[in-house]
């Protein structure tokens, strides 16, 4: 059953196409990889879907729902949400005020008690609940982050380039994470990590230049030969 689907998105910002007619899905239970050059629209993909953008054409349907110009509030009281390339969290509050504000969005819908200290346990951040969120190294507010949304019970959740900025070390435990994550949710994840995008997505959805090129498994994407002209290079062929 297809969760998302998007039919004939376009976006210009300026007179500038940033999305030329894109059209893509997601079925419930997959994960969805999007990867493309710098400035080939992705973010901006993300941004429309999750409500922050109002694009300029095209439709949008969630879990059967029609959600041309909802709010990212309306979308996560529907099971829909994201991360974002820059981390966001409360620097000034705590971990615990954190996930406290994150939890109001639902009031009783979201996760109960026990449900959320079972995620504090799996993220391993049970241990920092009473220090300052600005005070974490970025991997804990990274996954501060992806805890603020799963407190919220989403169907989907979509997530922009989820170790950026992360140590090598780091990014195996992060794709561990997301691995476990699956369990739980359907993912949509931008990466330019291939490693990322090898080991998580089931299918992959590649937009160069605003245009998706290519839409398949990722054994046949990273063969595919514009793909790997105009973004990965010889050396992932």
């Not at 959740?157 to 561990?176: F, K, N, Q, R, S």
Request: charged residues 25%; proline residues 3%.
């Amino acid at each position: 059953m297809k969760l998302l689907d998007v039919n004939g998105l376009s976006k210009s910002f300026g007179g500038v196409a940033a999305l030329r007619l894109v059209e893509g899905y997601s079925v419930a239970g997959e994960t969805l990889g999007m990867i493309g050059p710098n400035g080939s629209g992705k973010t901006t993909f993300v941004n429309i879907v999750s409500g922050h953008v109002r694009q300029d054409m095209g439709s949008l349907t969630f879990d059967g729902i029609d959600i041309k110009g909802k709010n990212p509030h309306q979308l996560a009281a529907i099971g829909l949400c994201r991360t974002y390339q820059a981390v966001r969290v409360f620097s000034s509050l705590s971990t615990q005020q954190n996930i406290d504000n994150a939890r109001l969005l639902l009031n009783d819908r979201g996760l109960d008690q026990a449900e959320l200290s079972e995620l504090l346990e799996w993220l391993k951040l049970d241990h920092v609940l009473s220090k300052s969120a600005g005070s974490l190294t970025l991997f804990e507010q990274r996954r501060l982050e992806l805890l603020m949304r799963l407190v919220l019970k989403p169907k989907l959740i979509m997530l922009d380039e989820p170790v950026g900025g992360l140590a090598v070390t780091e990014v195996i435990e992060m794709i561990h994470l997301l691995k476990q994550l699956k369990a739980r949710c359907s993912i949509f994840v931008i990466e330019h990590t291939m490693r990322v995008i090898k080991e998580l997505a089931d299918r992959v959805m590649v937009l160069i230049a605003g245009e998706k090129v290519a839409d398949g498994p990722p054994f046949e994407i990273l063969k595919n030969k514009r793909v790997v002209d105009e973004y990965l290079g010889a050396q992932h062929a």
